[in-house]
């Protein structure tokens, strides 16, 4: 069975950090391009940042450019999003999503071909 799964999400004070995983099974992340996006209570979800098959090409949506970071390690079959300067607003539940692609093309549509079933991430005092 074709699986992503995220961990790592919790509950986080604002201007604290999170890292979250997205881990792979039953098939390899290699050649694929992989997004992170997220809904908030109330609000359609929304593309966070998406990172090409080979790391080299990575984009951001403009309310987390300079506190997120997105990597990967295609030997672990694992990308990471790196979360830091939280705010309340960044509460949300995130999902990560595979694109049978090398390239974050159907990133902006939410097309994209595998999704996980999300991790809840709550910045609160």
């Known amino acids: 069975q074709l699986q992503l799964v995220e961990s790592g999400g919790g509950l986080v004070q604002p201007g604290g950090s999170l890292r979250l995983s997205c881990a792979a099974s039953g098939f390899t992340l290699d050649y694929k391009a992989i997004g992170w996006f997220r809904q908030a209570p109330g609000k359609e979800r929304e593309g966070v940042s998406c990172i090409s098959s080979s790391g080299s090409m990575t984009n951001y949506v403009d309310s987390v450019k300079g506190r997120f970071t997105i990597s990967r390690d295609n030997a672990k079959n694992t990308v990471y999003l790196q979360m830091n300067s939280l705010k309340p607003e960044d509460t949300a539940i995130y999902y990560c999503?595979?694109?049978?692609?090398?390239?974050?093309?159907?990133?902006?549509?939410?097309?994209?071909?595998?999704w996980g079933k999300g991790t809840l991430v709550t910045v609160s005092s």
């Open positions: 999503a595979a694109e049978f692609g090398n390239y974050c093309l159907n990133y902006k549509t939410q097309s994209m071909d595998i």
